[in-house]
């Protein structure tokens, strides 16, 4: 029984190690973009990119849509894209 409780904590701990991981490297971007010279706007791709991997890593295990079916860890993808278009609206406005 121990065994089985250790087994299903451990995504878990590396899900939140690999969290752990990306905001550090999230967090040094701005710093080290200036010294290694990349550009402000690729910059912000970079820390959008981290934000959406961070985003869903915690839907997928915290909110334990991996254990759902397919349809169900899908629906949220809707939404997004209205979020994505209203974005792009609002920076080509």
């Known amino acids: 029984m121990e065994t089985v409780a ?3 904590k451990r995504p878990y701990v ?3 190690a ?6 550090i490297i999230e967090v040094q971007i701005p710093t080290l973009g ?14 959008i ?3 959406i991997i961070k985003a869903i890593m915690v839907a997928l295990y915290y909110m334990h849509l ?6 169900l860890r899908l629906l949220p993808a809707g939404p997004l894209v209205f979020v994505a278009l209203l ?4 920076v080509l406005d």
């Open 6 to 8: 250790h087994e299903l």
């Open 14 to 16: 590396a899900v939140l």
């Open 18 to 23: 690999f969290l752990a991981i990306v905001t």
């Open 34 to 47: 200036s010294a290694w010279g990349i550009s402000h706007a690729l910059q912000i791709v970079f820390l």
């Open 49 to 51: 990119g981290t934000a």
């Open 66 to 71: 991996r254990y759902e079916p397919r349809v």
């Open 87 to 90: 974005i792009l609206v609002v």
